[in-house]
C-alpha cells in the first residue's frame, strides 16, 4: 500500500509522508523520525515566507536539516507581494529540494496576513502567488488544500482552484478534505477524495484521520485515487508508525523516544522554547498510554526540562499501561 510514487520524476520509494505541524515537525522532530526509520518525506512545519530569509540555516529548529532526516518539503506561509524570488532563491541556494504551498490554514492569525485559507480564497492573489512560486522555483512544487469554505458552491470553487494550481504548473496537490470551518471537527471527508481526482490530473496526496496501516486499509476505495498519504498527529504520537508500517509491531522502549526527543529539542532549541516543545510533544506522545492525561498534566506543569525529565523517569519506571487502540480524536 502506497510503496513508492513519483512526483515530477522524484520517485519517493514508499509514499507514505509526515504532514506539517506547526510547533511539531521542527528539526528535532525530524531528526527523531529519521533515526526511527523515516518515511517516505516530511514537511517541515509551515514557514513564514518573509522570515525564511533571516533564518540561519544551520541553526535554526525551523530549517536546519540534517543527512539523516530524508526528503524534506519546506512548507511556505506565502502571500501576495512577498519577495518570492529572494525567498526561492535562497532555498535553492541552501540545497532545499522541495517546496510546498500552504493554503490550508484558517487560523486566525495566518488569515489576517492573507496566506493560508485567505489566499485560497482570494482567486487573484493566488494566482498570482502561484504563478511566481513556478516561476521562482524549479523545483518539486505542491500545495496543501483544504476543501474551501463549506458553501452552495464549493465544488465549483473549488475546483477553479485546484485548475489554476495546475495551470501554474505545481507537481502535486495535498488534500485534506475538510472544510476551513471544520477545523479538525468531524471527520475528513475521504470519500470525495475520487471526485477531487476527476478535477485534476496532479497527483493527490491524501491527508486527514489517516492513523496507519488498518485505516488505510479501511479507506482504501477512496484512496485508490491518491499517489501518496500524509499521516500528521498520529506519527507524533508514534514516530515509529512508518517504519513498522509492513512488518511485525516493534518493540517500542517508549521511555527512550521521549527521551530522545528531549535530548533534540534541548540541542535544537533554546531552554523556554525546548520546554514548550516538549510539552507539546508530551501531549500527543501520551496518547500511547492507558493514563496518559496524566503524563501529560505532568510535563505540562513542569517548571523546566529537568523536571520535565524527572517526572518522564518517575512515570516510565511505573511502566504505564500501553492502550492497544490509540486515537487523536480531540487532540
Ligand atoms: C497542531 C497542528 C499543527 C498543524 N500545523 C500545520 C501546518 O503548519 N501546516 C499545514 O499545512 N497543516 C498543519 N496542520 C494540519 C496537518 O498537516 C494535517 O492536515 C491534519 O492534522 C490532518 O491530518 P492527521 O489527521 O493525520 O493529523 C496542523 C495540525 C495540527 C493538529
Redesign the pocket.
Given at each position: 500500500m502506497f510503496e513508492q510514487c513519483t512526483i515530477r520524476g522524484v520517485q519517493f520509494v514508499s509514499a507514505r509522508f509526515l504532514?506539517?505541524?506547526?510547533?511539531?515537525?521542527h528539526s528535532a522532530f525530524r531528526r527523531l523520525l529519521g533515526e526511527l526509520g523515516g518515511c517516505g518525506a516530511l514537511?517541515t512545519?509551515?514557514l513564514d515566507a518573509r522570515q525564511v530569509i533571516a533564518e540561519d540555516f544551520r541553526k535554526s529548529p525551523w530549517v536546519k536539516r540534517r543527512p539523516s532526516d530524508g526528503f524534506t518539503f519546506y512548507?511556505l506561509m506565502a502571500r501576495a507581494g512577498d519577495p518570492l524570488d529572494r525567498v526561492l532563491g535562497l532555498l535553492a541556494a541552501q540545497g532545499v529540494e522541495a517546496v510546498?504551498l500552504?493554503l490550508?490554514?484558517d487560523a486566525f492569525s495566518i488569515r489576517a496576513c492573507e496566506a493560508g485559507s485567505s489566499l485560497f480564497e482570494d482567486l487573484a492573489a493566488l494566482a498570482r502567488v502561484a504563478r511566481e512560486s513556478r516561476r521562482h522555483w524549479p523545483g518539486l512544487l505542491t500545495a496543501?488544500v483544504r476543501l474551501g469554505r463549506q458553501r452552495p458552491d464549493w465544488e465549483i470553487r473549488f475546483a477553479e482552484r485546484l485548475r489554476l494550481l495546475e495551470d501554474a504548473g505545481f507537481d502535486a496537490l495535498?488534500v485534506?478534505p475538510r472544510f476551513f470551518e471544520d477545523k479538525?471537527r468531524r471527520r475528513?471527508r475521504l470519500e470525495l477524495l475520487p471526485w477531487v481526482a476527476t478535477q485534476t490530473r496532479l497527483p493527490l496526496i491524501a491527508?486527514?484521520?489517516?492513523?496507519g496501516v488498518e485505516s488505510v486499509a479501511a479507506h482504501l476505495p477512496c484512496l485508490e485515487s491518491a499517489s501518496g498519504i500524509?499521516?500528521?498527529?498520529?506519527?507524533i504520537v508514534c514516530p515509529w508508525l512508518f517504519a513498522c508500517w509492513d512488518g511485525a509491531p516493534r518493540e517500542v522502549d517508549h521511555a527512550a523516544v521521549w527521551g530522545r526527543l528531549c535530548d533534540y529539542v534541548a540541542e535544537d532549541f533554546p531552554a523556554a522554547a525546548a520546554l514548550r516543545r516538549v510539552q507539546m510533544f508530551t501531549k500527543y506522545f501520551a496518547a500511547n498510554f492507558a493514563f496518559g492525561h496524566r503524563f501529560r498534566v505532568e510535563i505540562a506543569n513542569a517548571p523546566n526540562l529537568e523536571q520535565a525529565r524527572e517526572r518522564a523517569h518517575e512515570f516510565f519506571a511505573r511502566s504505564p499501561q500501553m492502550l492497544a487502540h490509540r486515537t487523536?480524536a480531540g487532540?
Open positions: 504532514a506539517p505541524m506547526a510547533g511539531y515537525t514537511w512545519e509551515m512548507q510546498d500552504n490550508a490554514c496543501k495535498v485534506h479538525f475528513a491527508n486527514g484521520d489517516l492513523a500524509m499521516i500528521g498527529r498520529m506519527a487523536v487532540l
